[in-house]
């Protein structure tokens, strides 16, 4: 059974950086195909992807987030950490990490965490 | 960044089929990606419904019923997500995605559907 967590601060104050934790069982990181990424919805809007890493530490970023993210891995620990810097009061959302399985050129985010909202305000 | 285009709301009656479009950008052929269905429900994180690229390369989600279908409309280089004998609890968020070679994974703004 596969489960995602996520977790961190829920309120950041602007300018600050934003690290958030995906937590998760029932898969390994190092097992081909198999990718974590980050998706966000502030409130009332579309999901947005922010980031994806893969096993083989493939990273890829959303162009117009790039400048600020950085995604990375813990296989040991499975753990996926996110951070974001120079957070705005437009960060403000739910932030979910998602388990992405890439086979025969299908890529989808099959099984997602919960989501943690994360406001940013002074 | 590609952007997909849903219409902002839906509506049908329970029974009927519901028929939800996620449009492409011109540069950007439907015939050549995937394309990957979500419903949210308020509250919830989104599930992953199903994929459709061409009729005999498609996918369905785990648990997920039969009456979710999808199918491509290639002169409208659109997306379909088709959800036949509408029940109540069909009411929610629908997100497409795709994820061009080349290019960053986007979803689209999503498409409130309301069962009368």
């Known amino acids: 059974q596969i489960t995602l967590k996520e977790s961190g601060p829920t309120l950041v104050k602007p300018t600050q950086t934003l690290t958030l934790t995906c937590t998760f069982s029932?898969?390994?990181?190092?097992?081909?195909?198999?990718?974590v990424g980050w998706i966000r919805q502030p409130p009332g809007k579309a999901l947005e992807w922010l980031a994806l890493?893969?096993?083989?530490?493939?990273?890829r970023y959303s162009p117009s987030l790039k400048s600020r993210l950085t995604i990375t891995k813990d296989t040991s620990k499975n753990q996926v950490v996110l951070t974001m810097t120079n957070m705005d009061p437009v960060d403000t959302a739910t932030y979910y990490c998602?388990?992405?399985?890439?086979?025969?050129?299908?890529?989808?985010?099959?099984?997602w965490g919960q989501g943690t909202l994360v406001t940013v305000s002074s | 960044q590609p952007v997909l285009t849903q219409p902002p709301s839906s509506s049908a009656s329970p029974g009927e089929s519901a028929r939800l479009t996620c449009t492409l950008p011109?540069?950007?052929?439907?015939?050549?990606?995937?394309i990957y269905w979500y419903q949210q429900k308020p509250g919830s994180p989104p599930r992953y419904l199903l994929y459709y690229y061409s009729d005999s390369d498609k996918g369905q989600g785990s648990g997920v019923p039969s009456r979710f279908s999808g199918s491509k409309d290639a002169s409208a280089n659109t997306g379909i997500l088709l959800i036949s004998g509408l029940q109540s609890e069909d009411e929610a968020d629908y997100y497409c995605?795709?994820?061009?070679?080349?290019?960053?994974?986007?979803f689209g703004g999503g498409t409130k559907l309301t069962v009368l």
């Open positions: 998602a388990h992405m399985s890439t086979i025969f050129g299908v890529a989808h985010f099959d099984y």
């Open positions: 890493i893969y096993w083989n530490d493939d990273k």
């Open positions: 011109s540069d950007i052929n439907v015939g050549s990606y995937n």
């Open positions: 995605m795709i994820w061009p070679s080349n290019a960053p994974l986007v």
């Open positions: 029932g898969f390994s990181l190092s097992t081909s195909g198999v990718g």
